[in-house]
């Protein structure tokens, strides 16, 4: 066998039984939240319950907090009666319209009546309308009265207590700040020059107190975030999944291997 053949044979040992960390690159990391919310509500009123503390799980749907709920019932039951009201003007109005619009074709009726009656129509129909409005919108403040977890997670802080008033402004206030349950993010700074080798969805592992995990690049930063003499880092991130029941808090220290 000749020295050419040698190589090659040589060539392929080594590449198949050589550990793949070295063509690995590790670097060190910081855990954050993959995906982080805090929860207000866009009404004002009394807290009645407050039913989650910090560090609990709590599933997608279930109600955090609920404000006394009477005022928001009065304001359906009020809606509801008005259009009870509303729909009975609203039909005469427009049986008297009908009967305006034949007389008027008999020409029984004046030109004026007939827009009267017409007018008389038109703002029945507008109120109605209204008091359907005014009903959706009290609805609607009944089921935000009561904050639900937007998707599996665990608590992280809690602002509210039970007897507490809300007062909704233009930025309401938060009540409860939530993370992402069963995914955390891993983030490293990675020099300009070796971004062309990093894309989305690539696999790469990341290693928190002496576990590995499996995940995938989620975003590539497009700004830096520092600069030196010859170079810039951007940031990079590792989404990875983990068991909702194992404890891991942003700010943790990590490493993550590229390949």
């Not at 919108?137 to 207590?161: C, H, M, Q």
Request: aromatic share 6%; proline share 4%; charged share 25%.
């Amino acid at each position: 066998m000749n020295k050419t053949a040698d190589s090659l044979i040589l060539s392929l040992i080594l590449i198949v039984i050589l550990p793949a960390a070295l063509w690995a690159k590790d670097m060190d990391a910081a855990l954050l939240w993959s995906r982080k919310v805090e929860l207000s509500t866009p009404v004002s009123g009394i807290v009645s319950e407050a039913l989650a503390n910090i560090g609990d799980y709590v599933r997608k749907g279930q109600p955090l907090l609920r404000l006394d709920e009477r005022p928001f019932k009065a304001e359906m039951k009020k809606a509801k009666a008005e259009i009870k009201r509303l729909e009975v003007k609203l039909h005469e109005s427009e049986q008297e319209f009908k009967r305006a619009k034949e007389m008027h074709e008999r020409e029984l009726l004046a030109d004026h009546e007939l827009e009267l009656a017409k007018s008389g129509f038109l703002t029945s129909e507008s109120e109605y309308n209204a008091a359907q409005a005014a009903l959706t919108k009290a609805e609607l403040d009944l089921e935000y009265s009561v904050v639900k977890a937007p998707f599996n997670g665990i608590i992280l802080n809690r602002t509210v207590e039970v007897g507490q008033t809300i007062i909704s402004t233009m930025q309401p206030i938060p009540v409860f700040t939530i993370a992402e349950a069963g995914y955390m993010i891993a983030r490293i700074k990675i020099p300009d020059k070796e971004l062309s080798a990093l894309s989305l969805g690539q696999k790469a592992g990341v290693k928190v107190s002496g576990k590995e995990y499996k995940g995938i690049i989620s975003r590539i930063g497009m700004e830096p975030i520092a600069a030196k003499e010859e170079t810039s880092l951007y940031e990079v991130d590792i989404r990875f999944s983990i068991d909702p029941s194992t404890i891991l808090r942003s700010g943790q220290k990590a490493v993550v291997t590229l390949p």
